[in-house]
Nanobody, 117 residues
Framework: QVQLVESGGDAVQPGGSLRLSCSAS????????MSWYRQAPGKERELVAD????????NYADSVKGRFTISRDNAKNTVYLQMSSLKPEDTAVYYC??????????WGQGTTVTVSS
Protein backbone atom coordinates (compact mmCIF):
# COMPACT_ATOMS: atom_id res chain seq x y z
CA GLN A 1 0.00 0.00 0.00
CA VAL A 2 1.05 3.60 -0.48
CA GLN A 3 2.96 5.01 2.45
CA LEU A 4 4.41 8.47 2.92
CA VAL A 5 6.52 9.16 5.99
CA GLU A 6 7.64 12.71 6.75
CA SER A 7 10.51 13.62 9.04
CA GLY A 8 12.74 16.54 9.90
CA GLY A 9 10.33 18.86 11.65
CA ASP A 10 11.66 20.74 14.65
CA ALA A 11 11.49 23.96 16.64
CA VAL A 12 13.77 26.68 15.25
CA GLN A 13 14.33 30.38 15.69
CA PRO A 14 13.30 32.91 13.03
CA GLY A 15 15.88 33.01 10.27
CA GLY A 16 16.80 29.39 10.79
CA SER A 17 16.74 26.48 8.37
CA LEU A 18 15.35 22.98 8.25
CA ARG A 19 15.21 20.17 5.74
CA LEU A 20 12.13 18.01 5.65
CA SER A 21 12.13 14.55 4.09
CA CYS A 22 9.31 12.36 2.84
CA SER A 23 10.07 8.71 2.27
CA ALA A 24 7.64 7.00 -0.11
CA SER A 25 6.74 3.38 -0.76
CA UNK A 26 4.02 1.28 -2.35
CA UNK A 27 4.00 2.99 -5.73
CA UNK A 28 6.38 3.83 -8.56
CA UNK A 29 7.79 6.98 -7.00
CA UNK A 30 9.67 8.11 -10.09
CA UNK A 31 6.45 8.32 -12.09
CA UNK A 32 4.53 10.84 -10.00
CA UNK A 33 4.47 14.49 -9.16
CA MET A 34 5.03 15.02 -5.44
CA SER A 35 3.81 17.87 -3.29
CA TRP A 36 4.37 19.44 0.10
CA TYR A 37 1.43 21.02 1.91
CA ARG A 38 1.17 22.66 5.29
CA GLN A 39 -1.55 23.41 7.79
CA ALA A 40 -1.13 26.09 10.41
CA PRO A 41 -3.25 26.10 13.57
CA GLY A 42 -6.75 27.28 12.78
CA LYS A 43 -6.09 27.51 9.05
CA GLU A 44 -6.81 25.41 6.00
CA ARG A 45 -4.21 23.15 4.49
CA GLU A 46 -2.29 24.94 1.73
CA LEU A 47 0.04 23.89 -1.06
CA VAL A 48 3.66 24.79 -0.41
CA ALA A 49 5.50 23.28 -3.37
CA ASP A 50 5.26 20.72 -6.20
CA UNK A 51 7.89 18.83 -8.13
CA UNK A 52 7.41 16.79 -11.31
CA UNK A 53 8.41 13.15 -11.57
CA UNK A 54 11.82 13.93 -13.05
CA UNK A 55 12.40 17.04 -10.99
CA UNK A 56 12.53 19.19 -14.11
CA UNK A 57 9.74 21.55 -12.98
CA UNK A 58 8.90 22.96 -9.62
CA ASN A 59 6.18 25.23 -8.31
CA TYR A 60 6.02 27.26 -5.11
CA ALA A 61 3.49 29.20 -3.13
CA ASP A 62 4.24 32.91 -3.29
CA SER A 63 4.76 32.97 0.47
CA VAL A 64 7.78 30.63 0.26
CA LYS A 65 9.36 31.56 -3.09
CA GLY A 66 13.04 32.26 -2.74
CA ARG A 67 13.18 30.67 0.72
CA PHE A 68 12.10 27.05 0.19
CA THR A 69 13.43 24.51 -2.31
CA ILE A 70 11.74 21.24 -3.20
CA SER A 71 13.83 18.40 -4.59
CA ARG A 72 13.67 14.65 -4.99
CA ASP A 73 15.92 11.62 -5.18
CA ASN A 74 14.16 8.96 -7.23
CA ALA A 75 16.82 6.39 -6.33
CA LYS A 76 15.89 6.82 -2.67
CA ASN A 77 12.13 7.31 -3.19
CA THR A 78 12.39 10.51 -1.20
CA VAL A 79 11.24 14.09 -1.68
CA TYR A 80 12.76 16.95 0.29
CA LEU A 81 11.80 20.44 1.31
CA GLN A 82 14.74 22.68 2.19
CA MET A 83 13.46 25.63 4.19
CA SER A 84 15.58 28.71 4.85
CA SER A 85 14.97 32.14 6.35
CA LEU A 86 12.14 30.67 8.35
CA LYS A 87 9.48 32.99 9.72
CA PRO A 88 6.98 32.52 12.54
CA GLU A 89 4.23 32.30 9.92
CA ASP A 90 5.89 29.15 8.57
CA THR A 91 4.83 27.37 11.75
CA ALA A 92 2.64 24.47 10.68
CA VAL A 93 2.33 20.75 10.25
CA TYR A 94 3.92 19.86 6.92
CA TYR A 95 2.51 17.02 4.85
CA CYS A 96 3.75 15.08 1.86
CA UNK A 97 1.18 14.26 -0.84
CA UNK A 98 0.90 12.17 -3.98
CA UNK A 99 -2.06 11.77 -6.34
CA UNK A 100 -1.95 8.35 -7.93
CA UNK A 101 -5.20 8.75 -9.87
CA UNK A 102 -8.34 10.85 -9.68
CA UNK A 103 -9.79 10.34 -6.25
CA UNK A 104 -6.73 8.49 -5.03
CA UNK A 105 -4.53 10.91 -3.20
CA UNK A 106 -2.39 9.96 -0.26
CA TRP A 107 -0.98 11.85 2.69
CA GLY A 108 1.68 11.26 5.27
CA GLN A 109 1.16 11.73 8.97
CA GLY A 110 2.84 15.13 8.94
CA THR A 111 5.87 16.65 10.63
CA THR A 112 5.66 19.73 12.84
CA VAL A 113 7.68 22.87 12.23
CA THR A 114 7.65 25.56 14.89
CA VAL A 115 9.37 28.89 14.27
CA SER A 116 9.62 30.98 17.40
CA SER A 117 12.09 33.04 19.35
Amino acid sequence: QVQLVESGGDAVQPGGSLRLSCSASGFIFSSYLMSWYRQAPGKERELVADITSTGSWTNYADSVKGRFTISRDNAKNTVYLQMSSLKPEDTAVYYCNVVIAKGYDFWGQGTTVTVSS
